[in-house]
């Protein structure tokens, strides 16, 4: 299958850091052999 892109618009609960979330994130992306480009932030409002 050729790569492609795909846009995720959303918000993720956590209870942890975001800098642990963000280094979690970006194994598990590794581990698949994806990667992630674009930005991530805490929200600005509680869900």
């Not at 995720?8 to 800098?19: L, T």
Request: charged share 30%; net charge negative.
């Amino acid at each position: 299958m050729k790569n492609m892109w795909i846009d995720i618009e959303g918000s993720i609960e956590i209870n942890v850091d975001q800098d642990t979330f963000i280094n979690e994130f970006s194994e598990w992306l590794e581990s698949k052999g994806w990667s992630f480009a674009g930005v991530t932030k805490p929200s600005e409002e509680e869900k």
